[in-house]
């Protein structure tokens, strides 16, 4: 599938081949659906702490302790994952365009705990394109300009408009269109088809989670087009459509290929 990607910059198969090796090595190392199944199935985080320490895989290095916030390590794991990422792609703007990801997770976490006043640990991540302390500084210190002027703005809208609904779900929604405003100027540039129709695909997951949560709350029909996003390959006017009906149909709809009119 990836194949048809390579380009005259790249080794072409012989760097391609080393890359399914490289990847195919790593997954001896992953989770299997048993042990994650484990995991699901424990009933505190004492005990899924102490299976994870037992797991004899080199990726997944924990320790029985609890003074270590389990996104210590996740935050290990994901660094090495972006190092693969960066030995492997052809594409050196692959790297970056995922990292966007984590900043504006970071940006979400730390809004959330500024504006509801927690006292709980904030689960960021420094691995994005943004140093994590520029985003704390910009969130709870003001200092904007350390910070893209798309960040900046969304920081000031997200504050302004929670100021009025005090709506978590909003900021989210506001963030994430943000996030993928961020992402699809980014593809306007690259003009890679695969990259294009994986993020496409992600925004028509995401808009789904977006009309379930908007259903739960009880969220007016005509408000749920303020919330959805607009790059997906799936219309928002024909996720609209079904709004109305209960969530257990909504399957039947989806069984059908959605594409733009």
Same mark, same amino acid.
């Not at 994870?52 to 029985?64: A, C, H, K, M, R």
């Not at 935050?75 to 692959?94: A, G, H, Q, T, W």
């Not at 100021?163 to 909003?170: C, P």
């Given at each position: 599938m990836f194949l048809k990607y390579i380009n005259e910059n790249t080794n072409g198969q012989e760097e391609y081949g080393y890359a399914c090796g490289r990847i195919r090595e790593l997954e001896k190392t992953l989770l299997t659906s048993e042990i994650l199944n484990k995991l699901i199935e424990? %009933?505190?985080?004492?005990?899924?702490?102490?299976?994870?320490?037992?797991?004899?895989?080199?990726? *997944?290095?924990?320790?029985?302790?609890?003074?270590?916030?389990?996104?210590?390590?996740?935050?290990?794991?994901?660094? +090495?994952?972006?190092?693969? /990422?960066?030995?492997?792609?052809? *594409?050196?703007?692959?790297?970056?365009?995922? +990292?966007?990801?984590?900043?504006? *997770?970071?940006?979400?976490?730390?809004? #959330?705990?500024?504006?509801?006043f927690s006292k709980d640990e904030i689960p960021a991540f420094d691995i994005g394109n943004i140093p994590?302390?520029?985003? #704390?500084?910009?969130?709870?210190?003001? #200092?904007?300009?350390?910070?893209?002027?798309?960040?900046?703005?969304?920081?000031?809208?997200?504050?302004?408009?929670?100021?009025? %609904?005090?709506?978590?779900?909003?900021?989210?929604?506001?963030?994430?269109?943000? *996030?993928?405003?961020? /992402?699809?100027n980014e593809l306007n540039n690259i003009n890679n088809d695969f990259l294009t129709s994986y993020y496409k695909t992600e925004v028509d997951l995401l808009n789904i989670i977006i009309a379930c949560r908007s259903k739960i709350r009880h969220i007016k029909k005509t408000n749920l087009l303020e919330y959805l996003i607009k790059n997906g390959r799936m219309h928002i006017n024909k996720l609209s459509q079904i709004y109305e009906n209960s969530i257990q149909s909504w399957p039947n709809y989806f069984q059908k290929p959605i594409t733009k009119p």
């Open positions: 424990s %009933t505190d985080y004492e005990s899924c702490l102490r299976m994870l320490t037992e797991i004899p895989l080199d990726e *997944y290095l924990f320790e029985e302790n609890q003074d270590i916030p389990i996104h210590y390590y996740l935050d290990n794991i994901m660094k +090495k994952n972006l190092r693969v /990422i960066e030995e492997i792609s052809p *594409y050196p703007f692959l790297p970056k365009l995922l +990292k966007n990801k984590y900043d504006f *997770y970071n940006l979400k976490v730390l809004l #959330k705990a500024k504006l509801t994590l302390e520029r985003i #704390k500084e910009a969130v709870f210190e003001n #200092k904007l300009q350390s910070v893209p002027m798309l960040v900046e703005r969304l920081i000031k809208e997200a504050e302004e408009e929670y100021m009025k %609904t005090d709506s978590l779900f909003i900021l989210e929604t506001m963030l994430s269109n943000g *996030y993928f405003e961020m /992402i699809f």
